[in-house]
Nanobody, 127 residues
Framework: QVQLIETGGGLVQAGGSLRLSCAAS????????MAWFRQTPGKEREFVAA????????YYADSVKGRFTISKDPAKNTVLLQMNSLRPEDTAVYYC????????????????????WGQGTQVTVSS
């Protein structure tokens, strides 16, 4: 059973930066995909970014492309989300997600693809 713990959320002014971290434990496979989603009250969970098991491929929602960067540190079993040029519309609870298997590119943005989720971390961007 994979456990995911997110850290790094907080309050920041528009234009500022935050870095989210997701630490995984209990992993049993060397092939896995990880992603970040976000959710605001009354809305469905929204894809933000994902990184393939090799770390060489990354995927982004159009709304964050060019501002957010996803990366992984395999030695620490950690995935990071560097968020720059933050906007008030980025305000949400951010969730880390994990799938211990290879994922088709067509499925990488779907929340139903992922088996494990963190508890979420609040990101608030003030205008």
């Amino acid at each position: 059973q994979v456990q995911l713990i997110e850290t790094g959320g907080g309050l920041v002014q528009a234009g500022g930066s935050l870095r989210l971290s997701c630490a995984a434990s209990g992993r049993t496979s060397s092939v896995y995909n990880m992603a970040w989603f976000r959710q605001t009250p009354g809305k469905e969970r929204e894809f933000v970014a994902a990184i393939g098991w090799s770390g060489s491929s990354s995927y982004y929602a159009d709304s964050v492309k060019g501002r957010f960067t996803i990366s992984k540190d395999p030695a620490k079993n950690t995935v990071l989300l560097q968020m720059n040029s933050l906007r008030p519309e980025d305000t949400a609870v951010y969730y880390c997600a994990d799938k211990e298997a290879w994922v088709k590119v067509v499925d990488i943005r779907k929340s139903t693809t992922y088996d494990y989720w963190g508890q979420g971390t609040q990101v608030t961007v003030s205008s």
